[in-house]
């Protein structure tokens, strides 16, 4: 039963998520964390955290990792099944009908009308994991050092990835190894 509940929840995600993984997640943690409480926020904020860190798409991993911890092998595979099956379906037919209505006025302007609710989605997403982070998750440290930390790199990571066309992963590493440093420097609880 909970794998076919599984593979519901996240067909589900999968049907109604426009813009990707990040735009996903509060899907993800609306079902799980939310309505049926198979994860903490805790560790919800943790799968999110590996699925970004680990190669491939955020949602698919998501899926997987969630349904892993929740039952096994069985659960990731009926999760991420899930969360693929509508994209799948939803992919060939607008195909089809992109390629074969793609130039009339109203069909481009739906699609230029979708470009607002993918970046909404994903600010959306952005928001409610950097409230989490700090407020609301009850393992992270919420000191005055751990803001200013978080500021400082927020500012900087989006300083560099933006004006400095630095890469992200070169973001993710340096802040990872800054908040080690400082860590084991005793200024940052660890």
Not at 48 to 57: E, K, L
Not at 139 to 148: A, G, K, L, N, R
Not at 151 to 180: D, E, H, N, P, W
């Amino acid at each position: 039963m909970i794998y076919l509940l599984l593979f519901w929840e996240f067909c589900k995600v999968g049907a109604f998520c426009v813009g990707g993984g990040y735009a996903s997640m509060p899907l993800i943690q609306a079902s799980v964390v939310d309505t049926y409480h198979w994860l903490s926020m805790s560790e919800f904020v943790n799968i999110f955290t590996i699925s970004q860190m680990t190669p491939g798409p955020i949602g698919i991993n998501a899926a997987t990792f969630v349904g892993t911890k929740i039952a096994g092998v069985g659960g990731a595979i009926a999760a991420t099944v899930g969360f693929v099956t509508p994209s799948f379906f939803l992919g060939i037919i607008l195909a089809y009908v992109f390629l074969k209505y793609g130039n009339i006025g109203p069909i481009r302007g739906a699609l230029n009308g979708l470009r607002p609710a993918v970046v909404s989605l994903i600010c959306a997403a952005s928001l409610s994991f950097i409230w989490l982070a700090i407020w609301n998750v009850d393992d992270i440290p919420t000191d005055w050092s751990t803001y200013s930390l978080a500021a400082v790199f927020i500012l900087a990571g989006s300083v560099f990835c933006l004006r400095r066309k630095v890469g992200v992963i070169t973001v993710l590493v340096g802040s990872g190894v800054a908040g080690l440093a400082l860590g084991l420097l005793g200024l940052l609880p660890v």
